[in-house]
């Protein structure tokens, strides 16, 4: 029997990463490195990047005999830890499973650019006015930037739930 976190998996992997590889391929087919093209005026564009770093293009700057081999070590790694963990959780843990779900679309959505194009391609842009700008990123960081908050709020919520210790006066 299949069990039900497995297909929540499957299903959360699936979706992510096709929506992740579908808009990256539109962006790059419509835009330009470094092209843009404004959405709402003052605070939201789409904008073309390649990103040779991790997420908000941090350790871009490291040599690339490094960075290239580090950063398809960590991920994969970092995924059959989470996968791992994946297999010991119990059905009932429904958040924890719908977030490591969504972790893992994530990763598995950026390790595919990483591996076909030697970068990720980011395109989100948030900034103020052109002035202040949030790194850009992609749908693939948008569902693990979700996961990890499901994850707290489950950590947060599992703790709230914990029995407290009788306070005799």
């Not at 391609?121 to 908050?149: C, E, Q, R, S, Y």
């Amino acid at each position: 029997m299949v069990l039900r976190k497995f297909l929540i998996l499957l299903s959360f992997n699936g979706l992510v990463v096709s929506l992740d590889q579908l808009t990256k391929n539109i962006v790059a087919n419509s835009f330009k490195l470094g092209a843009s093209k404004e959405i709402f005026a003052t605070w939201f564009s789409i904008t073309r990047i390649h990103n040779p770093g991790a997420a908000f293009g941090l350790l871009a700057s490291l040599p690339p005999p490094f960075r290239e081999p580090f950063f398809f070590l960590v991920p994969t790694l970092t995924l059959l830890f989470i996968l791992a963990l994946f297999f010991r959780l119990k059905e009932e843990q429904t958040l924890t499973i719908y977030a490591l779900s969504l972790i893992v679309g994530g990763a598995f959505g950026n390790l595919a650019d990483r591996i076909r194009l030697g970068f990720v391609i980011d395109f989100f842009d948030l900034h103020f006015k052109h002035k202040w700008h949030f790194p850009a990123f992609n749908i693939a960081d948008m569902a693990i930037t979700l996961g990890v908050a499901l994850l707290l709020v489950g950590m947060l919520q599992e703790r709230d739930s914990e029995p407290q210790p009788r306070r005799d006066s």
